[in-house]
């Protein structure tokens, strides 16, 4: 079994800055991509930014030049720093990552969500 845990949201004002984080643990032998992917009501889920295991780097449009990610193999984490934030930025933020078992099993494992909320 693998689980990814996420923390860090909460609600900060426009323009603040938040960093989330997301720990994957359990039979892990690798893990390759591991991405952040948000949901605000009523919309479909999106992209926000991937990163590969080498640390090649994609953003959504919305977010270039404000969001950062970043990952610390050894400790299995996935981070998002989030500067200049807007309200528009207000979603469910849940991170994933492919993984490669113990026992040799390959899939994509998703994290409960934390909650961003941007208002004054």
């Known amino acids: 079994q693998v689980q990814l845990v996420e923390s860090g949201g909460g609600l900060v004002q426009p323009g603040g800055s938040l960093r989330l984080s997301c720990v994957a643990s359990g039979s892990i032998f690798s893990i390759g991509n591991m991405a952040w992917y948000r949901q605000a009501p009523g919309k479909e889920r999106e992209l926000v930014a991937r990163?590969?295991?080498?640390?090649?780097?994609n953003y959504a449009n919305s977010v270039k030049g404000r969001f950062t990610i970043s990952r610390d193999n050894a400790k299995n984490t996935v981070y998002l720093h989030m500067n200049s934030l807007k309200p528009e930025d207000t979603s469910v933020y849940y991170c994933?990552?492919?993984?490669?078992?113990?026992?040799?099993?390959?899939?994509?494992?998703w994290g409960q969500g934390t909650q961003v909320t941007v208002s004054s």
């Open positions: 994933n990552a492919d993984v490669v078992t113990r026992h040799a099993y390959s899939g994509r494992y």
């Open positions: 990163i590969t295991s080498g640390g090649s780097t």
